[in-house]
């Protein structure tokens, strides 16, 4: 199974509740947190999750600025695609924030993981923990490996070229 993004989530689970149909896993910038939102303001200014939860948080709270920052970035970070969130998009993008990328479940699973994974995630990708991706490498270090390149979170024709070069290697 290979999964992109939020496709990870669903990659993992799938190899956690079947792990007999999954040979392997290929799993490219998974956004993947392990803690639980903090109750204390100053909790959401900690490293990684906390302000990772702070910032979604706010999202909910103002779509609109949402929406705009997406067209910023469409604009000037041609880095960062796939932020048109428009009226339309927007409630559908938050439910899936809020159900299946801002949870933590699916990280304790990956821990836990026994097929063969390779992560593959860009050092210029603003959605990935490295720690975290560590943690599941070192709690399975007989199953995980982990790839980097100089990409960002989309996959684009040059990231995915790079990919299959390190998934034939």
């Avoid at 993008?93 to 159900?99: A, I, M, N, P």
Wanted: aromatic share 8%; hydrophobic share 45%; net charge positive.
């Amino acid at each position: 199974f290979a999964g992109h993004s939020m496709g990870c989530i669903v990659a993992i689970e799938i190899a956690a509740t079947w792990p007999d149909r999954v040979a392997s896993l290929l799993l490219l910038g998974a956004p993947l947190y392990k803690a639980a939102r903090q109750r204390h303001w100053w909790h959401k200014l900690l490293p990684a999750e906390g302000l990772y939860f702070a910032l979604f948080d706010e999202l909910k709270k103002h779509p609109v600025a949402v929406q705009a920052g997406g067209t910023l970035a469409n604009n000037l970070a041609p880095l960062v695609k796939g932020m048109e969130i428009t009226d339309e998009t927007w409630p559908a993008f938050r439910k899936s924030l809020e159900h299946a990328v801002m949870q933590f479940d699916t990280f304790r699973k990956a821990t836990k993981l026994r097929v063969p994974t390779l992560f593959v995630n860009g050092l210029l990708d603003v959605f990935i923990i490295r720690r975290n991706i560590k943690e599941i490498r070192r709690a399975n270090r007989r199953y995980v490996r982990v790839r980097r390149t100089l990409g960002s979170h989309e996959l684009t024709p040059h990231q995915g070229r790079l990919v299959a070069r390190i998934i034939n290697k």
